[in-house]
């Protein structure tokens, strides 16, 4: 069985996370030590031309491309190595996982786990020049089973600036690259993260595979004229979540939820160390939110929720599940009972509220509404709770 392909598209996301640079360091004076500035987090302002999200704050990323699944990149990788040593150095995930990486598709022999990997970054330089590549791995490296921070590699501007516009225009471009560098795709310094899947009342939705990397140093980004990007920028998450306050940078659920839990985190050594062992002890989960149509607005919960609907099928690839039996996460109308209502009566919260907003959800960023998170349940995902001081 496929997917409905009217209704749904599968994307992966990047949250890249860096030391500041040398100008961001300060002078412990009482320990006479160089302490590096708080983490920051790699962002971009989509254009308020962008047929989805437009004008927000999200992290770098988008929808998969045949060429991220291309067989082709078997033997970009394996210039050195053996396909199976590739397959057995990257980072480990345990079971259960979500539908994202266990569908098959017919006739595509690249693992999920590389081709949503390749996605992210062929994206992530789409979007904000940087490049994620490492020259063509041995041995020795594929057998360090440690943590890695993530490789760069710099082109001249012209050349940086030549690359992206052909790749933009052609994604199979991202191949030729690659070929051109001796290099690949570096796959193995990104974690998975989570899987967010949009929820009912976008023309577009999408299953998302997110996943967390890290950077020794913030790198230069280069913003030019993109129909979908306005500009790209590092910040620390404390930042981006106080523009979204303050008005100034639109930020949906998603953004909100990853940043708050960035805020967990002093050092950019403790969450590559965090989001390389995560995943091999806990599984990572589908975040399907479904919305609550209220008397005075909207709310949106997720699993571990008192309202989530435990007795709804998730969404997932499995030929015995018949069309019309998965569920997709549609309304649930509670238009008898407030906001304020829902949230005293229930003991578990894991939801987004919506004050005053009765439109779909495409309507979201013309609304101007205040997005408010709750959250005081612990998931089975591993993950440190939100932080939420900055409300």
Request: with cysteine.
């Amino acid at each position: 069985m496929t997917r409905k392909k009217s209704l749904f598209y599968e994307a992966a996301t990047l949250i890249l996370v860096a030391h500041g640079d040398a100008t961001n360091k300060f002078q412990d004076i009482t320990r006479n030590v160089i302490k590096r500035s708080a983490p920051k987090v790699l962002m971009v302002q989509r254009s308020s031309q962008s047929s989805f999200m437009p004008s927000a704050g999200v992290f770098p990323g988008g929808r998969t491309d045949k060429v991220d699944f291309s067989p082709e990149w078997k033997d970009i990788y394996t210039q050195k190595v053996s396909w199976q040593s590739i397959l057995d150095s990257l980072p480990k995930s345990c079971d259960p996982r979500p539908p994202i990486y266990t569908r098959v598709i017919k006739d595509v022999i690249l693992p999920s786990d590389i081709g949503f990997r390749i996605c992210a970054i062929r994206e992530t330089f789409e979007e904000s020049g940087l490049l994620l590549l490492r020259n063509n791995p041995d041995g020795a490296f594929i057998n360090n089973p440690a943590a890695q921070y993530a490789s760069c590699i710099t082109l001249t501007l012209s050349e940086l600036q030549k690359w992206r516009k052909i790749i933009r225009q052609d994604a199979s471009q991202f191949l030729r690259l690659c070929r051109e560098l001796e290099a690949v795709p570096d796959i193995w310094s990104l974690h998975d993260w989570s899987n967010w899947f949009t929820p009912a009342g976008y023309s577009k939705r999408f299953d998302t595979a997110f996943f967390l990397c890290c950077l020794k140093n913030t790198k230069d980004l280069i913003n030019d004229s993109d129909s979908e990007v306005r500009k790209s920028f590092w910040s620390k998450p404390s930042e981006v979540l106080r523009y979204h306050v303050n008005k100034e940078l639109f930020l949906y659920p998603p953004q909100i939820h990853e940043l708050s839990r960035l805020l967990n985190f002093e050092t950019v050594q403790e969450l590559l160390s965090f989001s390389h062992h995560r995943p091999r002890n806990h599984s990572t989960l589908q975040y399907l939110t479904v919305p609550i149509k209220c008397k005075n607005g909207t709310i949106t919960v997720l699993s571990g929720d008192s309202l989530y609907p435990m007795d709804k099928r998730p969404i997932r690839e499995n030929i015995l599940v018949p069309e019309d039996e998965i569920w997709y996460g549609e309304l649930i109308n509670r238009e008898e009972d407030t906001i304020e209502q829902l949230n005293a009566s229930s003991t578990h919260l894991h939801r987004y509220v919506f004050p005053n907003f009765m439109e779909p959800f495409s309507k979201l960023k013309e609304s101007s509404v205040s997005i408010v998170p709750y959250a005081n349940t612990r998931l089975l995902d591993g993950h440190k709770p939100l932080q939420l001081s900055w409300l």
